[in-house]
């Protein structure tokens, strides 16, 4: 399992593969392919393998990079794009986390290798600290790239963990990462102002923690009105997207008290994703706030009807869990007659019943898909509530070139 391995393969050391994360070197990342036939023995199946991705022929370009990187086993590149793929296509975050690894150590001072490798030790490996440092590492390469100076910021603004020799809520630690975050947004919107994460990401850093990260009553104020600013921006430019739908209703929630407003958005946020775990779970919430159980449990059952039948994805536990919540509620309140909530879904564990919610699995490799380790607290026991981080479905961008 990621989170148990990690030690035994990178152990402690991995940090000295860079003498310091804030260190002021500048680089800049060519994306050429390098070297030809002569020199580089997997240049014609990493050129073929980069021309079907680009085709969008992933399985074909999963084995052409394959090729590369058993003819050339030491190419950060060919490392770094198979151990995506591999991800992506198989769900191997095990093996492409190696290659990350790999490919880190035949290349420091790859910026792609660095970003990828951080993005595993963050969200597959529950591995912040170390994370951190390669984000820094990656950032000081190429200070212009946005995903990297989006994941790092959003890794920055989460919570101080006990383990960080930082730790102290008191400490004037947490208010520099808070403006370390503010500041890599600021340069990220300054490089891309139109990009969507970023502005999705901002926003929900200004809702949490305020404007500069003043969170008194006045500095939260002042960040609110700044995230609807964002967050129209977003909404202007996708304005069916599940994600900015989710934040602007989270917003409207929230900071502007506005629980009607808010169910419009999450409605419209299903509407567009109908199987959105997070776009559903803020509906039937919503809607069980208000008081519409029927209402919150049809769209509970809707949804977890769109998944294979005993699916245990986290996506669906996070959809029962919400609707176990209604059909407690209705056991209790006699107009809707004994049993409550009716029959149960196929599928839908914890039912109408009085046993206990919906339980996820342990998660490997899992921490950025979720909120938790990911930043936002999507999943737990409580309510889904926060923020969608960056994409669709709660991801972080895994950086491999420019978007």
């Not at 792609?112 to 490798?117: D, F, G, H, Q």
């Not at 104020?221 to 909404?235: F, K, M, P, T, V």
Request: charged share 25%.
């Amino acid at each position: 399992m990621v989170a148990l391995m990690v030690s035994a393969m990178v152990g402690e050391t991995v940090p000295s593969l860079w003498p310091h994360a804030h260190t002021d070197r500048v680089g800049h990342l060519s994306y050429r392919l390098r070297g030809g036939e002569g020199d580089d023995p997997g240049y014609e199946f990493r050129t073929e393998g980069c021309a079907l991705l680009a085709a969008g022929e992933r399985a074909a370009a999963l084995a052409a990079y394959e090729k590369a990187v058993e003819l050339a086993p030491t190419d950060s590149t060919s490392l770094t794009a198979l151990g995506r793929l591999l991800e992506q296509e198989r769900g191997n975050q095990q093996e492409a986390f190696d290659l990350f690894v790999r490919a880190v150590h035949a290349n420091p001072d790859s910026q792609v290798a660095l970003s990828n490798y951080a993005f595993g030790l963050e969200n597959w490996c529950g591995r912040p600290l170390l994370a951190e440092d390669a984000y820094w590492r990656a950032e000081a390469l190429d200070p212009t790239n946005v995903p990297v100076l989006v994941n790092l910021a959003a890794l920055l603004e989460q919570q101080l963990q006990e383990r960080d020799p930082r730790y102290n809520a008191e400490t004037e630690a947490v208010r520099q990462r808070q403006c370390q975050a503010h500041e890599l947004y600021v340069r990220a919107l300054s490089i891309e102002p139109q990009n969507r994460n970023t502005l999705c990401n901002f926003a929900g850093m200004l809702m949490t923690h305020g404007d500069h990260g003043d969170d008194s009553e006045q500095g939260l104020q002042r960040g609110g009105q700044r995230a609807a600013e964002l967050l129209a921006r977003a909404l202007a430019l996708t304005p069916n997207d599940p994600a900015v739908l989710v934040n602007y209703g989270v917003l409207m929630e929230d900071w502007g008290d506005n629980k009607e407003l808010a169910r419009h958005l999450y409605q419209k946020a299903v509407d567009s994703e109908p199987a959105h775990s997070v776009a559903v779970c803020s509906l039937a919430r919503i809607l069980r706030i208000l008081k519409r159980l029927p209402e919150a449990e049809a769209v509970a059952r809707t949804a977890i009807a769109l998944y294979p039948p005993d699916s245990k994805a986290d996506d669906v536990l996070e959809i029962e869990r919400e609707l176990w919540r209604v059909r407690q509620i209705m056991q209790q309140d006699p107009k809707y007659g004994e049993g409550g909530g009716g029959a149960s879904s196929a599928g839908a564990g914890g039912g109408a019943g009085g046993g206990p919610p919906p339980q996820a699995a342990p998660r490997v490799g899992r921490g950025g898909r979720k909120g938790g380790g990911g930043g936002g607290g999507m999943g737990g026991g409580g309510a889904v509530r926060a923020r969608i981080r960056v994409g669709m479905v709660r991801a972080r961008i895994p950086v491999g070139g420019r978007r």
